[in-house]
């Protein structure tokens, strides 16, 4: 007798933790279905380009700290900085557009530098 009042209490007691955790993922669940992507504030972004002595790079700034500070082409052995300041704003874009999609760190891939033209 002693030992089945201890299973049911042990069966209440799990039946009442399924319950509570079924309330609370409905919470999260729902609070999810609720996000809308306007309520993301998109980060002020500024960029500027230098040149170096291989060329040029940038460096952006994300609300007014300096995020990242590119000499080289991103993802390329070596220091070889961009031929110009154009083919470096073609890697700022993506890179902007990454940050803006809350993707972190906006790593640049070797295919995308393949499609933007830097690597045959």
């Keep these: 007798m002693k030992y089945l ?4 209490l042990l069966v ?3 039946i009442v933790f399924f319950i509570l955790s079924y309330y609370f993922s409905n919470q999260t669940i729902s609070l999810d279905k609720n996000y809308k992507k306007e309520n993301y504030e998109i980060p002020k972004i500024d960029v500027k380009y230098f040149r ?3 060329g040029w790079g940038y460096d952006i700034f994300i609300d007014g700290k300096q995020y990242i500070h ?7 052995q070596g220091k070889n ?8 704003k073609k890697v700022v874009d993506l890179v902007c ?8 760190p906006p790593a640049i891939t070797n295919e995308e530098l393949r499609n933007l033209g830097f690597i045959e």
Aim: charged residues 20%; hydrophobic residues 40%; positive net charge.
């Design 97 to 104: 557009e990454k940050i803006n999609n809350n993707i972190v």
């Design 52 to 54: 170096t002595e291989n």
């Design 81 to 88: 900085g961009f031929k110009t300041k154009e083919s470096a």
């Design 5 to 8: 009042k201890i299973i049911a």
């Design 12 to 14: 209440l007691l799990l």
């Design 70 to 76: 590119q000499p080289n082409i991103p993802g390329m």
